[in-house]
């Protein structure tokens, strides 16, 4: 096949830019646009910011002069496929916020020319492409199905695995019509090894959420069973670990403090609120939501007894080292992190929160945490003389050993020193 089609990826983030690279590997030209123009200056220089997209796949793309990151919006004008790849978060409310979605299609729109297909690939919910994005590429004049394509194909992007590369992970396609599947098919056909079409737009971007609703209620589980197991002195992670022996309709997921990113605390969202205003209220995505945030608040009461029982005072006055700040290991994404709603809850007690996190050396400015913008990691070497550690975050690079013979009192949310095989008597799970 040629690869002669034009490719611009709107929004270069978590998603976005693995999703460029891709195109760029496959032989696309690949523009990609960003409002962010520091990250583009980054990006041109090679460093891609994250550290699961490896500075070589992005060399490499640069060097074939495939991709190129630009904010030269008129360039548009010259390209066949445009994929938008915006973010999709919450608002005040917890409110489906679609303004960057919105901004992304009006920018499209301003380009916007005959022949050209248009792709949605950030999650949101089932409508958006047809009722959000179409009218305002169709106030150009032009005609969707007539004179420009319009096609929703989510990204399954899953920073920090390296089991999948972009290219390996089957992509959902729905056009809004015939038409407009063909031409979406075709393209991601080019680049990753499977697609699957589905029958509307709102089929695939139902997929998506389907996809992360299930992941939350099963989180959702896993934590309420920690929390029910452990009032009956029963280690949950050894109840999952021992189930998943069984090799059919069982598949394990873990208790946590919490879940954080842009996907799971952010998409089962969007679905419950769609389904609100469809009259049918999606109860137990609501209940799965409301029950993994509030695992934050059981670790700081799990902490607060350990301290107590092990050190005679509970969190107010005590120096507690707080571990990982990343949502999840491997990566440095701290956005809707359970770390930093810890911290919070630390502090409000009276306590000291320092972190430690070797992939996140200075905590970004998030809109819910304020106050926390520019706190940077505590060195290894000034964490351990901290009263406790709580584990947030089990990230590989940490020496689990060292810290449980360090610390008086480790409160392990994890289970990371038991997957490790570090024992002792001061580890409490959590
Ligand atoms: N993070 C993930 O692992 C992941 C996985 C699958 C799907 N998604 C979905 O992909 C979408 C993007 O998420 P992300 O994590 O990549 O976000 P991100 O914040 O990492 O990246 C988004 C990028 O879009 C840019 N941007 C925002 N508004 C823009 C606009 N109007 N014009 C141009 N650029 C704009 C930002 O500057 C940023 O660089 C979301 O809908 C998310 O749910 C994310």
């Not at 010259?78 to 917890?94: N, Q, S, W």
Request: with cysteine; proline share 7%.
């Amino acid at each position: 096949m040629r690869r002669s089609a034009r490719v611009a990826v709107i929004g270069l983030g978590y998603a976005g830019l693995p999703m460029a690279l891709a195109l760029a590997e496959a032989g696309f030209a690949t523009l990609g646009l960003d409002r962010d123009t520091a990250k583009l200056a980054r990006l041109m220089a090679g460093e891609s910011g994250m550290r699961h997209v490896g500075a070589a796949a992005l060399a490499a793309a640069l060097r074939s002069r495939h991709f190129t990151a630009t904010a030269d919006w008129t360039r548009l004008d010259a390209v066949d496929a445009v994929l938008i790849c915006v973010p999709t978060p919450l608002g005040p409310e917890r409110q489906p916020d679609l303004s960057a979605v919105e901004a992304a299609a009006r920018s499209v729109a301003w380009h916007l020319r005959p022949g050209q297909l248009v792709v949605l690939e950030s999650t949101t919910w089932p409508g958006t492409t047809r009722q959000v994005v179409q009218p305002i590429l169709e106030a150009t004049g032009l005609r969707c199905g007539e004179d420009f394509f319009l096609a929703y194909s989510p990204e399954r992007e899953d920073p920090g695995n390296a089991g999948f590369r972009t290219a390996g992970i089957p992509r959902v396609v729905g056009g809004a019509d015939p038409n407009a599947l063909h031409l979406a098919e075709t393209l991601y056909g080019a680049v990753v090894e499977r697609v699957v079409p589905v029958g509307s737009l709102e089929t695939a971007e139902a997929v998506k959420l389907t996809e992360n609703a299930f992941r939350a209620v099963n989180i959702a589980l896993a934590n309420e069973l920690k929390l029910a197991f452990g009032a009956m002195g029963i280690d949950a992670w050894e109840v999952v670990a021992a189930a998943a022996s069984k090799p059919f309709g069982f598949m394990p997921f873990w208790p946590g403090p919490g879940v954080g990113g842009h996907c799971i605390p952010v998409d089962p969202q969007y679905l419950a609120w769609k389904a609100r205003a469809a009259g049918v209220p999606a109860r137990f995505v609501e209940l799965a939501g409301e029950i993994n945030a509030d695992m934050p608040f059981h670790v700081l009461t799990a902490l607060e007894a350990a301290l107590r029982a092990r050190l005679g005072r509970g969190v107010a006055g005590s120096r507690i080292l707080v571990l990982g700040a990343a949502y999840k290991p491997g990566i440095e994404d701290v956005r809707e992190s359970p770390a930093l709603r810890l911290i919070e809850l630390i502090e409000a007690q009276g306590g000291d929160a320092p972190y430690h996190d070797p992939l996140v050396p200075e905590l970004p400015c998030l809109p819910e945490h304020p106050g926390l913008a520019g706190r940077r990691s505590l060195p290894w070497a000034a964490a351990l003389d901290c009263d406790a550690a709580l584990i947030v975050t089990d990230h590989d690079e940490v020496d689990y050993a060292a810290l449980c013979a360090a610390m008086p009192l480790v409160v392990d949310t994890r289970d990371a020193c038991g997957r490790r095989g570090v024992r002792g008597s001061g580890i409490v799970k959590a």
